[in-house]
């Protein structure tokens, strides 16, 4: 299984990036993004089911990122809105094949190569 993380960049407070993470070699898994800024512990962004529905949020990004998926192009997004400096990091798309979205990286088996944010304020 890997997992290819993209889409990250520079981008002012307000604005908006997307990140891609293309899976291949199994579709079934339980998704998430965490991110890691620079001097701190990674950290749970975002997770999704592998059917999909509504995804599930670190409270500091509840209301402003949105997570989602296409099976059929074996692709998870997250779609960032208003940006802050604070959301400055290095972001991983993780998989596990278990059950459930846990908040610790731990659980997750498969992990892509992170894609660095940096919103400038």
């Known amino acids: 299984v890997q997992l290819q993380a993209s889409g990250g960049g520079l981008e002012q407070a307000g604005g908006s990036l997307r990140l891609s993470c293309v899976v291949s070699?199994?579709?079934?898994?339980?998704m998430a993004w965490f991110r890691q800024a620079p001097g701190k512990e990674r950290e749970f962004a975002a997770g999704?089911?592998?059917?999909?529905?509504?995804?599930y949020y670190a409270d500091s990004v509840k209301g402003r990122f949105t997570i989602s998926r296409d099976n059929a192009k074996n692709t998870m997004y997250l779609q960032m809105n208003s940006l802050k400096p604070e959301d400055t990091a290095v972001y991983y798309c993780?998989?596990?094949?278990?059950?459930?979205?846990?908040?610790?990286?731990?659980?997750?088996?498969?992990w892509g190569q992170g894609t660095l944010v940096t919103v400038s304020s």
């Open positions: 993780a998989g596990r094949r278990r059950i459930g979205i846990p908040r610790l990286p731990g659980e997750y088996e498969y």
């Open positions: 070699g199994e579709a079934f898994l339980d």
């Open positions: 999704i089911r592998w059917s999909g529905g509504n995804g």
